[in-house]
C-alpha cells in the first residue's frame, strides 16, 4: 500500500507533535539560508585568494545558484504531491550540504561554480514541499502564523551563517567555514528523515467523514488553474520584486560594511547578524500573527500589509546606506529589514490559497520558481554588476552607490502587491 493511502487514515497530529515537526522544519529551512549566507560572508577573503572581481561573485552569489535550483523546483514539486514530502525533503537536505563541503575544496571560479549549483539542486527540494506541508498540519485560520515562524529560517540562518562563517573563517580559515556548515546539514539530513511523519493532504479541508484518496493533478491541471488567477501572477512578481533587494542586499550587505565602514570580519559578522536576527525575526513573525488577525476581516489584507510595510522601509534603508555613522546605521537598518520581511507570511500563505490542497506543492514551486529566478539570478548579480560599472567614478564607494540604485525594486513590489489586494478576493479557495 502507497504512503499516500496510509496517511490518509492518520489521527489528527497533537499540538505538540505539529509544534516538534515545526521546529524541524525550521531547523532544516535555517540550514538552507546558512548555506546560502556563508558565501557572501567569506566573499572578501575568497575574492583575494581566488582573484575574483564582483561581477563574478555576483554569478556565484546568483545565476550558479538559481539556475537548477529555480527550474528543477516544479519538477520535485509533481513527485511530492504524490509522494513523500518527507523523504524528498531529507534527501534534498543531504544533497545540498554535501556540495557545500565541496566548496570548500575549490580552486577557482569554475570549480566554485559547479559546487553552487550542486547546492541549488539540493535546495531545490527543500522549500515548496515545507510549505505544502505545513499547510496541511495547520488550519487556515493558524497557518500565517506556522507559515512566519517556519519563515523565521531566513534570518536565523542568515545570522547563524554569518556568525559561524566570520568566526571560524578568522580562526581557521574560509575553506574549514564551508566544510563545516555542510557536515552540520549532513548530521540533521536523517533526523528529518526519521522523526517526521507526512500529514494527511487536504485533511483540515475534508469534511468530516470523508475516506475518500485525495485526488491528484497534472501539471498542466495546476497550471490552467493559476493561469487564469491574475493573483498569483501579482503576487509571484511583486515577491520576486522584493526579493531582488532582499538577495541581492544579503548577498552584497557585508562586503558593504567591510569596505564603507572598515570593519573586520569578525565585526561584521556581529554587527549585521544582530539586525538581521533582531529585526528579521520581528518583522516576519508580526507579518504572520497581523495577517491571521485581520485576514479574517478581508483577504485584501494578506497583500495589502507588506505593500505598506515596503513603502514605510524604503526612506529607512535609503538612510542606512547614506549615513557615514554605524552608531546611526544600527536602528536605520533594523527599521527596513524588519519592514521588508513582513511579507513572507501573508503572500505564501495566500499563494496555498490559491489553489486546492493537493496542488498546493506546484502551485508553490511555481510561485517560487519566479520569485527566485529573478530574485536570486538578478538581485545577487545586478548590485555585483553595478558595482564594477560605478567604480570608476566612485571608487571603493561604488557598493553604496550600487544599492541606492537597487531599492527601487520595493516600489515595483508595493504597486504589484496593492493591486492584488483588489483581486485577491475573487481568486481564494477556502
Keep these: 500500500m502507497s504512503e499516500q493511502v496510509t496517511t490518509m487514515h492518520e489521527p489528527t497530529p497533537t499540538k505538540r507533535y505539529r509544534s516538534f515537526v515545526l521546529a524541524i522544519l525550521v531547523l532544516v529551512y535555517m540550514m538552507n539560508f546558512i548555506d546560502r549566507q556563508i558565501l557572501a560572508v567569506l566573499a572578501v577573503p575568497m575574492k583575494t585568494e581566488l582573484g575574483l572581481s564582483d561581477s563574478q561573485l555576483g554569478i556565484l552569489h546568483g545565476l550558479a545558484f538559481a539556475l537548477l535550483y529555480t527550474t528543477l523546483g516544479i519538477p520535485i514539486a509533481a513527485l511530492a504531491d504524490r509522494s513523500s514530502r518527507r523523504r524528498i525533503m531529507s534527501w534534498a537536505l543531504g544533497i545540498w550540504s554535501a556540495f557545500t563541503v565541496l566548496c570548500g575544496f575549490i580552486v577557482g571560479f569554475w570549480s566554485l561554480f559547479f559546487s553552487r549549483v550542486g547546492v541549488g539542486i539540493g535546495e531545490a527540494g527543500g522549500v515548496a514541499p ?12 493558524q497557518r500565517a502564523r506556522a507559515l512566519s515562524i517556519y519563515s523565521l529560517g531566513i534570518p536565523l540562518g ?3 551563517g554569518i556568525l559561524l562563517g566570520t568566526i571560524i573563517a578568522s580562526r581557521i580559515g574560509w575553506r574549514s567555514a564551508f566544510i563545516i556548515v555542510g557536515s552540520i546539514g549532513l548530521v540533521i539530513a536523517p533526523v528529518m ?18 475516506t475518500a484518496a485525495p485526488p491528484t493533478a497534472r501539471f498542466v491541471e495546476v497550471l490552467s488553474m493559476v493561469v487564469r488567477k491574475p493573483t498569483f501572477w ?5 515577491a520576486a520584486a522584493s526579493s531582488v533587494c532582499g538577495y541581492g542586499l544579503a548577498a552584497w550587505l557585508p562586503s558593504f560594511f567591510i569596505r564603507s565602514y572598515k570593519l573586520s570580519l569578525t565585526e561584521m559578522g556581529l554587527f549585521y547578524a544582530s539586525i538581521t536576527i533582531i529585526g528579521g525575526c520581528l518583522g516576519i513573525l508580526g507579518g504572520g500573527i497581523l495577517a491571521d488577525r485581520v485576514g479574517k476581516r478581508s483577504k485584501a489584507y494578506y497583500p495589502l500589509i507588506p505593500a505598506v510595510s515596503f513603502l514605510i522601509g524604503l526612506p529607512c534603508f535609503f538612510g542606512a546606506v547614506h549615513s557615514s555613522s554605524l552608531l546611526l546605521a544600527f536602528p536605520l537598518f533594523l527599521i527596513p529589514t524588519a519592514l521588508n520581511l513582513v511579507w513572507l507570511g501573508p503572500i505564501v500563505t495566500s499563494v496555498q490559497h490559491l489553489v486546492p490542497a493537493h496542488m498546493r506543492t506546484r502551485a508553490s514551486a511555481m510561485f517560487l520558481l519566479i520569485n527566485n529566478l529573478i530574485g536570486i539570478a538578478v538581485g545577487s548579480y ?9 567604480k570608476p567614478h566612485f571608487g571603493s564607494e561604488s557598493l553604496r552607490y550600487a544599492i541606492y540604485s537597487g531599492l527601487g525594486f520595493y516600489v515595483i513590489a508595493s504597486t504589484l502587491f496593492l493591486i492584488a489586494s483588489r483581486k485577491i478576493k475573487k481568486d481564494w479557495v477556502d
Excluded at 545586478?382 to 560605478?390: C, E, I, R, V
Design 193 to 210: 528523515r526519521f522523526a517526521v511523519r507526512d500529514p494527511k493532504r487536504g485533511g483540515y479541508e475534508a469534511k468530516p467523514g470523508d
Design 382 to 390: 545586478y548590485f555585483g554588476a553595478m558595482s564594477d560599472a560605478l
Design 130 to 141: 515545507a510549505y505544502s506541508f505545513i499547510s496541511d498540519y495547520y488550519p487556515k485560520e
Design 234 to 238: 501579482l503576487l509571484s512578481f511583486g
Design 158 to 160: 542568515m545570522a547563524f
